[in-house]
């Protein structure tokens, strides 16, 4: 079985400081897929990256960087110089690349509540 | 882009009522997916469909039905409401090639209140 697991429900930061957000995953496929989405407070799911498996390249995008520790299963997400806009639940997720009669619906972390003050 | 469109985006129903709510995927996106958000939850995955053939099912009651249409659109159809059945519902599509589907991207969400 897969599962996700976010160990930081809340965090709250000052505008501009740094924060990263700990993800840690469990699955017995070789072939899978790692998410971030983040859902602000209007309620839609945002898609920030995909990360396969068989890439553990670290990737940034403008402030946000990503961290892909296979042999730790973790894959974290940090935010740089953060801003009031990027207050929001942050959710981590796991999914088998396949379609396969296993499925590939998302399994979702419990997500990480960020809290950027002014 | 388009993007995954949901209707309606508000729903209230009584107890025991049924309600129907509609999904339509990102143009040529073949597979969907309908997931539950409770109150401060993560989303569950409910049910999808791969060219209008179910494809996965996860903790959908059995009060809960589901369709893909020859249009690719999906319905969600939910008897008997319960409170419990209050939550945020999210369509998600994508495109699923060589047997590898791709990313998920998520619509804004249908959000159901029962009384």
């Known amino acids: 079985a897969q599962k996700v697991t976010q160990a930081q429900t809340e965090i709250s930061v000052v505008e501009k400081e740094d924060v990263t957000l700990d993800c840690v995953y469990e699955t017995r496929d070789t072939t899978y897929y790692l998410f971030w989405y983040k859902q602000p407070p209007s309620g839609e799911l945002v898609f920030l990256i995909r990360?396969?498996?068989?890439?553990?390249q670290n990737e940034i995008s403008g402030r946000y960087s990503w961290n892909f520790q296979k042999s730790t299963s973790s894959f974290n997400f940090t935010i740089t110089a953060s801003q009031v806009v990027d207050s929001a639940v942050y959710f981590c997720?796991?999914?088998?690349?396949?379609?396969?009669?296993?499925?590939?619906?998302?399994?979702f972390g419990g997500g990480t509540r960020l809290m950027v003050k002014p | 882009a388009a993007g995954v469109i949901q209707s309606p985006r508000h729903l209230i129903k009584e107890k025991r009522e049924t309600a129907t709510l509609k999904c339509y995927p990102i143009p040529r996106h073949d597979t969907v997916y309908w997931y539950q958000q409770g109150p401060g939850q993560d989303p569950q995955f409910l049910i999808s469909f791969y060219e209008k053939m179910q494809s996965d099912k996860g903790s959908i009651p059995d009060r809960f039905s589901a369709q893909q249409f020859s249009d690719y659109h999906s319905e969600l159809n939910m008897s008997s409401l319960e409170l419990g059945d209050s939550a945020l519902y999210f369509c998600?599509?994508?495109?699923?090639?060589?047997?590898?589907?791709?990313?998920?991207?998520f619509g804004p969400g249908t959000r159901l209140t029962v009384l």
């Open positions: 998600a599509s994508s495109q699923t090639s060589g047997g590898i589907t791709d990313t998920q991207y």
């Open positions: 997720a796991l999914r088998d690349q396949y379609l396969n009669n296993a499925g590939n619906m998302l399994t």
């Open positions: 990360r396969n498996s068989f890439d553990e």
